[in-house]
């Protein structure tokens, strides 16, 4: 118990995302109950923070400085929880954080309320707003989660399991671990409930202007808080473009109800983050020249690797690696494209003026290659975003923005318009390129 508090110290939470890594669980539940496929929509976060006076630069602005953060805060749970993050990661946080990921609905408790929580691969649990969401005492279903878990803020008859987060800046939640029946809605399916799900109740929050409703963590951490484990270790997401918010088949699948298919790659999981075996990248017909040594993991030193994470909307690669993506993708602009470079805020951008969607709808495709042939496929909407009106940048950056440089991470832009799927038994990962509306046919 020592060692755990000690931990607890040092737990941090980076841009809105739950740590609960060194909690160990020692309960055993049968997980393995059979339930009807889950398929729920998943909502734009222009429709669930609906900003009216919102500009593209408010929201390029917003979405660098999420994905800096983001970048700290795995590179910092892949390393197992280091105390000088918290300094270094206070310095970017900002209150919009959280705010540019992609939204589940559900409904908890008897009678049902309804809820919003953030989806989220860097998180391990569900957790909810107890404190102006939900409120238990009026819910017939609500049950406490026996103390046999290490909670680290304790654990009493009267109030269960507690658990507590950090967040970085100082910012922190908390309250109790308990079991409610969740209720998912789908137009087709219609309603599927699913009892005895395991998430956080928090009431605490240690600054008013608290950033989230929830989140919808689908980590893996072998503990008996996780959602997917209860729906048999596999999930699927697809994202359209994910700056349209007029997209409707945005979706996530749980359990049986997985789309697998596609190319599959090894997958794997350190320390509760995600990884993918990175062989390389290509530009048009090009593959660029890359040591492929630089996306290995290495045996010794955590912080290494590829991670693949929805809470990073850009993508961020070791630094050896991104000056050759960053002057390849310059030299052809320069060659094939007439649109003229712009002064970065940041040193390491690349930024255009232009109008994405005019003016380079014809550039070439980018390929993030995987292990097993398998690969992701980024037309120009996915490799580069609007920053402001007139500016466009590329959403690559490198990954010594943080000191440990050996780690790079693949965002959400890159896997728009594929369907990525886990397999947490198999360790296997499924990418398909697709319109997400062909899988509401199935
Ligand atoms: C949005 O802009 C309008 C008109 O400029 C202004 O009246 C309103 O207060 C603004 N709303 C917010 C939330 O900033
Ligand atoms: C990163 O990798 C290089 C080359 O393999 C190695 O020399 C260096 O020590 C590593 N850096 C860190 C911080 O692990
Ligand atoms: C995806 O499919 C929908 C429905 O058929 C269609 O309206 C939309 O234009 C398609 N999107 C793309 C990018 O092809």
């Not at 540019?100 to 391990?124: C, E, H, K, N, R």
């Not at 473009?241 to 794997?268: A, C, H, V």
């Not at 690696?321 to 390491?348: C, G, H, N, P």
Request: with cysteine; net charge negative; hydrophobic share 40%.
């Amino acid at each position: 118990m020592a060692t755990l508090l000690a931990f607890v110290n040092v737990f941090m939470l980076f841009s809105s995302t739950l740590l609960i890594f060194h909690v160990h669980f020692t309960l055993s539940v049968n997980t393995t109950m059979k339930v009807k496929p889950l398929k729920f929509k998943l909502h734009h976060p222009e429709t669930v923070f609906y900003t009216p006076n919102a500009t593209i630069e408010d929201r390029g602005d917003r979405l660098l400085k999420a994905s800096i953060n983001r970048l700290y805060y795995l590179s910092a749970r892949a390393g197992g929880g280091d105390p000088e993050y918290d300094a270094l990661a206070g310095l970017v946080t900002s209150r919009e954080l959280g705010r540019d990921g992609f939204f589940v609905d559900f409904s908890i408790g008897d009678p049902p309320v309804s809820q919003f929580a953030l989806m989220d691969t860097g998180s391990d649990l569900v957790w909810v707003d107890c404190l102006t969401g939900f409120d238990p005492s009026e819910s017939r279903t609500f049950a406490q989660y026996p103390c046999l878990a290490d909670c680290n803020n304790g654990c009493s008859s009267t109030n269960g399991c507690m658990l507590q987060i950090g967040y970085v800046g100082g910012f922190s939640a908390g309250g109790v671990i308990a079991r409610e029946k969740f209720t998912f809605q789908s137009s087709r399916e219609g309603d599927t409930i699913v009892n005895d799900v395991v998430f956080g109740c928090f009431r605490k929050f240690s600054k008013t202007n608290k950033i989230l409703p929830g989140i919808f963590g689908l980590g893996d951490l072998r503990t008996e808080f996780s959602i997917v484990k209860k729906m048999g270790s596999k999930f699927s997401y697809c994202l359209g473009n994910i700056y349209d918010e007029s997209y409707i088949y945005n979706q996530l699948r749980l359990g049986e109800g997985t789309f697998l298919e596609g190319m599959e790659t090894p997958l794997s999981n350190y320390v509760g983050v995600y990884h993918v075996d990175f062989e390389g990248i290509s530009l048009g017909e090009t593959r660029l020249d890359i040591d492929p040594n630089l996306f290995k993991r290495g045996t010794s030193s955590l912080r290494t690797g590829v991670a693949i994470d929805t809470g990073s909307h850009l993508s961020w690669f070791v630094p050896m690696a991104f000056k050759t993506i960053r002057s390849e993708v310059a030299k052809l602009i320069d060659q094939e494209f007439k649109v003229r470079r712009r002064y970065e805020e940041e040193l390491w951008e690349l930024c255009y003026f232009g109008d994405l969607a005019l003016d380079f709808q014809s550039f070439p495709h980018m390929k993030f290659h995987l292990a097993n042939g398998a690969y992701l496929d980024l037309d120009s909407s996915s490799l580069f975003y609007q920053k402001q009106t007139r500016v466009f940048c590329l959403g690559i950056g490198p990954s010594n923005e943080i000191r440990y440089h050996n780690f790079s991470l693949i965002g959400l832009m890159a896997q728009q318009k594929h369907n990525i799927a886990y397999d947490l038994t198999g360790k296997k990962l499924y990418i398909q390129k697709i319109n997400c509306s062909l899988l509401d046919e199935d």
